[in-house]
């Protein structure tokens, strides 16, 4: 089954102390992208990654760091979590427009994060 | 400046009616696509319909079409005969270039149907 897997799901944890997010797709995809989404401002990307090793920063970058060392894995860390980071996160990807396959984006599940 | 404007945080209906939630967009690429998301109370996005900009039709997905006016700049999403499941926060994107750029939502609009 196609599919963008992220873990951990559900998060609570405390200022300071880094996590990660990973985020995993098995559709050769080669566009990977995280969004956060807060209550009135919709989804705002934080990175994408456009392949393999070829990262940039989106509109909301500050506070986080990804990696892109294979296709299918786009990791999203957090090297030193704040409150203000507390999110509904969503890991996503797709081949772009122009390959005239897959046009839309697929999401994974959301990863709600806390940050006490 | 925004490139998606959704201006409706929230709209009512109810069963078997019509409903249309708005979508602006802004981009001087000639080579864009449109996307609305679904995203119901258990968080998941879920895909709904795709409009490109040299599509020549309107594109219609079951209940779900889109009334894209590219001179205008919309791309309006209508409902036809609105379901209870109908009710969630509903979201316009836009990519450019090809997709060879990221994807860019709106704020989104909340829709609820009432029985």
């Known amino acids: 089954e196609a599919q963008v897997t992220q873990n951990p799901r559900y998060l609570i944890t405390v200022t300071g102390k880094k996590l990660t997010v990973t985020c995993s797709q098995n559709?050769?995809?080669?566009?990977m992208s995280w969004y956060r989404q807060d209550p009135g401002l919709g989804l705002r990307q934080i990175y994408y990654?456009?392949?393999?090793?070829?990262?940039d920063k989106g509109d909301v970058p500050e506070g986080y760091k990804v990696s892109r060392k294979e296709k299918r894995n786009f990791p999203l860390i957090l090297e030193s979590p704040s409150p203000n980071q507390t999110s509904l996160y969503f890991c996503?990807?797709?081949?772009?427009?122009?390959?005239?396959?897959?046009?839309?984006?697929?999401f994974g599940e959301g990863s709600r994060l806390t940050v006490l | 400046a925004q490139k998606i404007t959704q201006t409706q945080p929230g709209m009512f209906v109810q069963e078997k009616e019509a409903v249309t939630l708005d979508c602006t967009y802004d981009?001087?690429?000639?080579?864009?696509?449109l996307f609305w998301y679904k995203q119901p109370s258990s968080g998941e996005m879920i895909f709904l319909i795709y409009?490109?900009?040299?599509?020549?039709q309107n594109a219609t997905e079951g209940r779900y079409s889109l009334n894209f006016q590219k001179a205008r700049k919309s791309a309006n999403l209508v409902i036809s005969a609105s379901q209870l499941g109908d009710s969630a926060m509903y979201f316009c994107?836009?990519?450019?270039?090809?997709?060879?750029?990221?994807?860019?939502f709106g704020k989104g609009t909340m829709l609820l149907v009432s029985p």
């Open positions: 996503a990807s797709s081949q772009p427009i122009g390959t005239g396959i897959t046009r839309e984006l697929f």
């Open positions: 559709m050769n995809h080669e566009y």
């Open positions: 990654s456009m392949n393999v090793e070829v990262t």
């Open positions: 981009t001087s690429d000639p080579s864009y696509g």
């Open positions: 409009q490109g900009s040299y599509d020549q």
């Open positions: 994107a836009m990519r450019e270039n090809w997709g060879y750029s990221t994807l860019t």
